[in-house]
């Protein structure tokens, strides 16, 4: 199989280490803004066969979601008879469903519009709801998760480990986090104190005191969550308290307010550019993209 991996400024790291283990050729599009604002991509090869297209469309997202469009678009039109499509952060995936008459399913609009602009197949990392690909994508696709190995950076390092999902629907990731590590697993609830008002949060069944701590979650964009577990965790008793996550947005000093609240290390994925991007989710990307063109 001939493939071609196009990286664009978005995923550059990422996409080189996917080539890698691809052993395919990679190609960086060539990118530029307008003097009224729109973008300009162009592959700067003919592509025979497969393009393997990297993009993450963390913030600004907007620019990013136009750039993946017209990135698909300019590889299909270099020759690539097929186009793969790795988005490693899928903005706008969060509005899931219509929560309020007349709003819009936004991951299904961006979804749909990357398989119109020539999507063959699709690969996502740590989607917020999987099923999502399912619901809006025609075409092959496939989303897969880092937590075994966000967990694994740990692994030998935590005393008595205790994983924790920030709420119930993200015990899955829990669970995953905590069967590479061999240890326990819960998720937190929330609560508040009728006199004082102040809210808490605790894990729903398991205790903390002695134990280290690892918080896990797909996103972690102002750290507000994540801080008050920490110091809810600290509180109870937690020797100590560490953070992982997929994609780290970090918005409003979200990594000083996680150090802040007694946080003793935070480690993401690769998957957004940030100073604790230790873990590379290349491995699993490829090995996605193996199965998809095979299949």
Sequence with gaps: MSVTVVATSSSLGLAARVASILGGELVVAEEKAFPDGEKYVRVPIKIAGTAVIVHSTYPPQDERIVQLLLTIDAAKGAGAERAVVVIPYLAY???DRRFLEGEPV???AILRAVEAV??????TVDLHKPSSLDEWLRVPHTNVLP????AS???GRLKDPLVLAPDRGALHRAEAAA???GADYDYLEKSRDRVTGQVTVAPKSLSVEGRDVLLIDDIISTGGTLALAAKSAKAAGA????AACTHALFVLGALDRLYAAGIGEVVATDTVPS??????VAELVASAVLSLTRG
């Design 93 to 95: 995936a969060r509005q």
């Design 106 to 108: 936004s991951v299904g």
């Design 118 to 123: 020539g999507a063959d197949a699709v690969v």
């Design 147 to 150: 937590a075994g190995l966000l």
């Design 153 to 155: 950076y740990f692994k």
């Design 179 to 181: 069967k590479a590590l």
């Design 239 to 242: 020797r100590s308290v560490y």
């Design 275 to 280: 100073p604790v991007s230790k873990v590379s």
